[in-house]
């Protein structure tokens, strides 16, 4: 069970992520409402640093600003596309993170741990669960996309992913993340991890 809240743009949803005890949370450097500034995101990520994983996340980046990332931001991970990672130019040491989108192929190349989702990042759409199901018994699939307190149950128990990411689904306003339903969904979340894990016994 791993669990990341993504799109982290105010010091309440960083203390809130840090009370939901999740393992990771993001920060967007990609176009998007949430988007931030490296040194924005440092001084957001400052007092979780070292307490959850600080994932980078962008789509298609350019190399300077990944430089600007790995050198204001200095992030646990990033996470990107996955052909991202074969035009960029990054430090043996730093973990990554794959993207797979719908469409993705057979599990040959397969990364280890990837995130599967939608089309579009932080939009709210779904992700095709079918072939999240797939992908999980090939890799430790994190699964995202259109996930919410509400449906995060049923999605574990179709899927069965190594973990799960949540943007928008946790969210009163675009880009305003709400505690409550941060709670909510991490709550929702482990009871439905460990009700397949008690199921798999």
């Known amino acids: 069970m791993w669990l990341k809240i993504c799109g982290m743009t105010s010091p309440d949803a960083v203390t809130a992520a840090l009370q ?11 176009p998007s409402v949430r988007r931030l500034e490296p040194a924005q995101a440092a001084q957001l990520a400052a007092p979780a640093r070292g307490r959850v994983s600080l994932i980078a996340v962008t789509v298609h980046p350019e190399q300077r600003l990944v430089d600007e990332i790995l050198r204001v931001f200095q992030p646990d991970v990033l996470q990107t596309d996955l052909q991202d990672f074969d035009v960029l130019t990054l430090p043996d040491t730093l973990v ?3 993207v797979l989108r719908a469409g993705a192929g057979s599990g040959a190349a397969l990364p280890r741990r990837m995130l599967f989702e939608g ?11 079918n072939t999240a199901s797939r992908l999980a018994r090939m890799s430790e699939l994190i699964l ?9 149950a049923a999605a574990i128990r179709a899927v069965r992913p190594y973990g799960v990411d949540v943007s928008s689904g946790v969210e009163s306003d675009p880009g305003r993340k709400s505690a409550q339903m941060m709670a909510e969904f991490v ?3 482990r009871a439905a991890f460990q009700g397949v894990a008690h199921d798999e016994r």
Do not use: C
């Open 144 to 152: 995202a996309g259109g996930l919410n307190a509400h449906n995060v």
């Open 119 to 129: 089309a579009r990042s932080g939009s709210g759409e779904a992700a095709d669960w």
């Open 96 to 98: 990554r993170l794959p």
């Open 20 to 30: 939901a005890r999740v393992d990771a949370i993001g920060f967007v450097f990609s």
């Open 187 to 189: 709550e929702a979340a």
